[in-house]
């Protein structure tokens, strides 16, 4: 069995984008290129097809694709200094597909449509002025970006239109049955190129062809040498951002809320885990879990017995999106207590702490990293990681 896995080449130059933050490489794009390839290349080694995504470039938006419909206003030379530059380095490299993104680029589509739509975007430049010849695959055409603007049979219609190979409908066989029976009927009256549309029958097909046998089982997929390399993976990114002065002391207070889903495309809500509470099952002192977005109420609550704590830990999660999580850290930091600020998913949360407050990135809010945060919360584990982003 083959899987379609996409490499994320999206520049993140936006703090506040709500949809890649940590799914991206960095905020720099040879970065992003560097490790993009790589893993693109370690996935066509085991077999595994690939596609970069979400062509031109998802990093600097501040609206989720999945729920609205984002615009980009750089010029053409910015793209291709900075979304651009990644994308170009892995098709040289030799990738074998590239899935689109549902984005105004107003520099290179006037006519207002987003990229996965645009003939100017797929065709003009994607194949023909950055040479790129493999399987173009387009997001979800169920999209809020498609369909709550253009619909999503129309949208596949014109994805087919402007050159995309391969349209997914990922949940709705009803939504996928008309979008077929659309794009047939646009073949039959030739407003899509039968010829074109027989190239990409083609293409996929000898995409399939060249697939080797997968090196790996599926059956040996999260096994013991698996589940290592992640606990390593996890280890070494854990990143110490300011390193002020702190000690948990005797009786620390840990406060954050419940995991749960900070996008259309992360784990789903799981209330099962409690930064705070794992914290204190980890290292004792006391434990409060807060409100996604805590309120001015909720914040004079948590903080209301700090008086009796040696410290104070903070864990965040997506803050900027749920700025009464930074507040919480804003007013524990003025309490004269020593203060950590943990951010569990974008390190972006930590770029306007108070410098008398120790800042820890974590990038990952699972069981498996609450471990590796609570030894380095006392002391017992120096963090090696470096941020794949500027702080600003």
Same mark, same amino acid.
Do not use: W
């Given at each position: ?13 936006? =703090?506040? !984008? ?52 984002? /615009? ?28 689109? +993104? ?16 645009? $003939? ?6 994607? /194949? ?43 949940? &709705? ?5 008309? &979008? ?22 083609? /293409? ?22 698996? $589940? ?23 009786? =620390? ?14 784990? =789903? ?8 509470? +794992?914290?204190? /099952? ?6 409060? +879990?807060? =409100? ?27 803050? $900027? ?33 108070? !410098? ?35 702080? $600003?």
């Amino acid at each position: 069995v083959n899987f379609n896995l996409a490499p994320v080449m999206d520049v993140n130059s936006n =703090p506040n !984008n709500p949809v890649i933050g940590v799914r991206s490489y960095g905020d720099d794009p040879a970065q992003v290129a560097r490790y993009g390839i790589a893993m693109a290349q370690g996935l066509m080694e085991g077999g595994v097809m690939c596609s970069l995504k979400h062509f031109p470039g998802h990093g600097d938006t501040a609206v989720d694709s999945h729920l609205g419909l984002p /615009k980009v206003d750089k010029s053409l030379d910015a793209l291709l200094a900075c979304e651009l530059m990644p994308f170009q380095a892995a098709i040289d490299a030799g990738v074998s597909a590239v899935m689109t +993104t549902h984005i105004l680029f107003s520099s290179l589509e006037p006519d207002g449509v987003p990229a996965t739509m645009s $003939r100017r975007i797929i065709t003009d430049l994607l /194949k023909n002025r950055m040479g790129f010849q493999g399987l173009v695959i387009s997001d979800c055409m169920m999209m809020g970006a498609i369909a709550k603007f253009y619909g999503t049979v129309a949208g596949s219609v014109a994805a087919i239109r402007a050159g995309v190979d391969l349209v997914f409908v990922s949940h &709705s066989p009803t939504l996928a049955a008309q &979008s077929i029976a659309a794009i047939h009927e646009a073949l039959t009256v030739g407003s899509i190129s039968p010829e074109e549309f027989e190239a990409s029958t083609n /293409k996929i097909v000898a995409c399939k062809q060249a697939l080797p046998s997968p090196t790996l089982a599926f059956a040996d997929v999260g096994c013991t040498a698996h $589940r290592e390399a992640s606990a390593r993976v996890t280890h070494d990114a854990i990143t110490l951002v300011n390193d002020a002065p702190f000690a948990l002391g005797k009786r =620390p207070l840990f406060l954050g809320c419940y995991r749960f889903r900070p996008t259309m495309v992360s784990s =789903p809500d799981d209330p099962s885990l409690s930064f705070p509470l +794992t914290m204190q /099952k980890l290292l004792g002192g006391d434990a409060l +879990t807060t =409100p996604q977005n805590p309120s001015q109420e909720d914040i004079t609550t948590a903080l209301s017995a700090a008086a009796e704590h040696t410290s104070i830990v903070i864990g965040t999660y997506n803050g $900027r999106q749920r700025t009464g999580q930074l507040a919480l850290a804003q007013q524990a930091a003025a309490l004269g207590i020593p203060v950590c600020a943990v951010a569990l998913r974008n390190p972006y949360d930590l770029c306007d702490m108070p !410098n008398h407050v120790r800042t820890i990135a974590a990038y990952d809010y699972d069981a498996r990293t609450m471990p590796v945060i609570a030894a380095v919360l006392a002391g017992t584990f120096q963090p090696t990681g470096t941020l794949p982003v500027h702080l $600003r």
